[in-house]
Each structure stands twice: as structure tokens, then as C-alpha cells.
């Protein structure tokens, strides 16, 4: 198969869908791969060295999607992307379609293919983890340089000091995102509370530490937490589908002023009623006096390591989508999002 890697448009997108050392892997099993000139600078690979493994460079987009059956990319085509996707295409990338109708139109009025990597489910989600393991450290990390007075936040340490309370910090969902989340804030010596439905999560949560509480999610615990969270992550998934609000409006204009939501789950819509995407350009924004995080590729700002842990996750099912019985593979099968001007995915309809 021709498996052709644009570079990515997204603002400030660094990664890369394959590392080099994964492209020759596809060489050695008989595929021709294409990659778009520059595409993996960001991730710290030269052209030279896909050169090296047997990778075709090719100048521009337009080349790039004319000469592939397979587009790999890592996220959803946005702008000229949308023009030069043709029918006989087989789109393979992250593309979170249930916050995205608009999206659906152009890829089913297209007529291709496409499977989206975080509805390719086999004993979990094999490509999306690593990325919402990345997504679940940087909100931490990004929502504790919000809460530095000089970032518009109420001025604090989130682990605190002798004489001063620690930071509250509060994570919707135990999953890889907000298991990830709870595990970073944890070690930074903050109070953290986890919510989940999954008895198993919860005890997962609570062996994070004693500064870790893990609760379900009563309506009233919930209220109780927000309003005195300084940070809030929301990171609740339903593989495929848009994104409930855990957190309304009004829970949020409770929170202090100077406290910070960050809201992982925003490539699915949001759970959390005031979240609204921002790109790595103009991450931040202003919602009852909270400031909102909701940066739709937070994994994006570290390519190096995204990159490489995408890389790795996506090489056995590039393998098995390149092969000609794919369909057969009820894995793949049963993660195609759009195909043929319709759209199949259970979660979509």
C-alpha cells in the first residue's frame, strides 16, 4: 500500500504519525511510504533520516495526498486538508467527529473512509492511550502555571508549604487522561480528588496515596468539590461519542476567582459546560472569573515524546490496515467512522 504522512496544520501541531524507525518497518514489509517535506522537524526528525529508512520525501501537501491510498496523519483534517481528501482514500487519525457535525458532512459528501485511532478499542484504547497519558500530565502541568498570579490565576503553590494549605485539585474520570492527572498533582504534594464510577478505579486512585481521596460521583460530593477546587481537570471519555457535562455553568461561577479548569475532554465537546476549544496560540480564556484551559492537541506541545509513544501504539495497526484482507480484522472494522458517504460508527449515530 502507498501510505503517505502530510505535515501536520493544526496551530503549533509538532508531531509526526510515524518516527522513522517506524516507516522503515513499513519498507521492510513492502509498503511504499511518503512523507511531506519537514514533517517530522518538530519531533526532532530530519527528512534525511526517513530518507535513510527508505521514506519518499515529497514537497507539498497536494503530492503528499495525490500519491497515498492510505493518509496517516495524527489529527483531523482541517482547511485545504478538507480539499485535497478524495474518495479513494483510507483516512486513518485522531478525528473526535461527535464535537465536529460539520467535519461529518465533508468526509461522508467526500465518500472516503475513515477510522478514527480513539474508536480502535481492543482490550482498551490502544492508540488514544499514551496520548491521553501525555494530555493527563501536561493538565497538571499547565494548570499550575495558570494559577501563578502573573497568569492571571489567585496566586498559588499548588503543593503548598509549611504554614500554608496545600492546592485543591479535583479530576472528573480515572481514567489514562485522569489517572495520569491524579498521579502528577499527587506527587507535587496537592489534595487531590478523583471521581469515577468504576469501583476498580476508585481503589486504583486511593493507592495513588493519603493525599488522594476517590470518590463516586454524588451530585452533592461533586458540588462540594468544585466549589473549592483550585484546579479542576475534567477528563471523562465515552470511546467515540460527545462528551456529557459532568460540570455545569453554575457549579463553575461557584469556583473562586483565580482558579483554573482545564478540560482534556474538549476534543469530544467538553465535560464541563463552559469549556470551548482554544488552540496552543491563544490557550486560555476567561468564564466566571475562572480561567478555562481547553486546548484541543495539549500532547501536541511535547512532539518529541508524542511522537514516539504515538508512533509506537499506531505500528501494529498500520500494519494490519495496509494488508488487503483489513476488513476481515473485526478491530478495524468496527472503528470505521465514515465510509462510503455514510457514517457507521455506533457512537455517531
Known sequence: MRIAIPKEIKPLEGRVALVPDAAAELVHAGHEVFLQKSAGE??????????MAGVTILPDAPAIY?????????????????ELLQAHHLLFSFLHLAALPELIERLCAIGLTAIAFETVEDHGLPILAPMSNVAGRIAVQSGTHYLHAPAGGKGLLLGGLPGTRRGRVVVLGAGNAGGNAARLAAG??????????????????????SNVTALYPYREALNTAVAQADLLI??????????????????????????VVVDIAVDQGGC??????????????????????????????????????????????VLRLAGKEWRKDPVLRAAINVEDGKVVHPALL
Open 66 to 82: 495525490e500519491k497515498g491510498q492510505m493518509i496517516l496523519k495524527v489529527k483531523e483534517p482541517v482547511g485545504e486538508e478538507l
Open 42 to 51: 518538530a519531533s526532532g526528525y530530519p527528512d534525511s533520516r526517513y530518507e
Open 188 to 209: 507535587m504534594g496537592a489534595d487531590v480528588t478523583v471521581f469515577d464510577k468504576l469501583p476498580a478505579k476508585l481503589q486504583a486512585m486511593m493507592a495513588l496515596g
Open 272 to 317: 464541563v459546560e463552559t469549556t470551548r476549544p482554544t488552540t496552543w496560540e491563544a490557550p486560555v480564556y476567561t468564564e466566571c472569573g475562572v480561567s478555562h484551559f481547553c486546548v484541543t492537541n495539549m500532547p501536541g506541545a511535547v512532539p518529541k515524546t508524542s511522537s514516539s509513544a504515538l508512533s509506537a501504539s499506531l505500528m501494529p495497526w
Open 234 to 259: 475534567g477528563a471523562v471519555l465515552i470511546p467515540g461519542a460527545k462528551a456529557p457535562h459532568v460540570v455545569s455553568r453554575e457549579q463553575v461561577s461557584r469556583m473562586q476567582p483565580g482558579s
